[in-house]
């Protein structure tokens, strides 16, 4: 098992450029979630989904947007990036509410 | 609002033990997790102790918990220099939201 897998590891945008984190998982976790780490700080949730098809907002959803066609993959969509998005970007996936799984992360850069 | 608070670096010798704290505000609070991460790494969970349980013992790792004063303590014995890293707890609230601190960077000097 790979576990749960994100591309790009590194990414540097101009603002306004759009850009989709890719988030796969092969354990067959119904429960996705993107994070954000800010230096200093805590993760935030910013999506999460309980299932295919079924996706819900976080505690920071504004400029992003997530879609989950199949259980293994979760992209998080940036469509007009704004420096206040460099950050890092985390998903993780469980099987129950418990125990998240976490990516190695998705290092953004908006310029 | 809900919150968790770390201190945000500490430092030991090898051979000692390693104690971390952690205190949170919300006392509805189901689970608490304690997280590792290594430099270019996610989050991996080292250790979670039911809100109902006063300590977890995993090997190395002893986990504290004191409800009335919402603290939560990680202690680890023996620390080696391969548990350098940057520790995480995280309480879980209601439905998905799992609230995290700002982690605590373990130095560990030979």
């Known amino acids: 098992n790979a576990g749960v897998t994100q591309t790009p590891k590194f990414r540097i945008l101009k603002i306004g450029q759009s850009m989709t984190l890719q988030c796969t998982q092969d354990m067959n976790h119904n429960y996705m979630y993107w994070y954000r780490q800010d230096p200093g700080m805590g993760l935030k949730l910013i999506y999460y989904s309980v299932g295919a098809g079924i996706t819900d907002k976080g505690e920071v959803p504004n400029g992003y947007n997530v879609s989950r066609s199949t259980t293994e993959d979760f992209p998080l969509r940036l469509e007009l990036a704004a420096p206040s998005q460099t950050s890092v970007y985390f998903c993780?996936?469980?099987?129950?509410?418990?125990?998240?799984?976490f990516g190695p992360g998705t290092r953004l850069l908006v310029l | 609002g809900e919150d968790v608070e770390q201190s945000l670096f500490l430092s030991v010798r090898e051979g000692d033990s390693s104690v971390i704290n952690c205190t949170y505000t919300d006392s509805s609070s189901t689970y608490l997790y304690w997280y590792k991460q290594e430099p270019g790494a996610g989050l991996q969970l080292l250790t979670y102790i039911f809100s109902n349980m006063d300590m977890k013992q995993d090997q190395r790792l002893t986990v504290l918990l004191n409800k009335k004063d919402k603290h939560l303590s990680l202690r680890i014995a023996d620390t080696q220099t391969g548990d350098s890293a940057i520790y995480f707890c995280?309480?879980?609230?209601?439905?998905?939201?799992?609230?995290f601190g700002a982690g605590t960077r373990l130095f560990v000097k030979a």
């Open positions: 993780a996936s469980s099987w129950s509410q418990e125990t998240q799984y």
């Open positions: 995280a309480e879980k609230t209601g439905g998905f939201k799992t609230i």
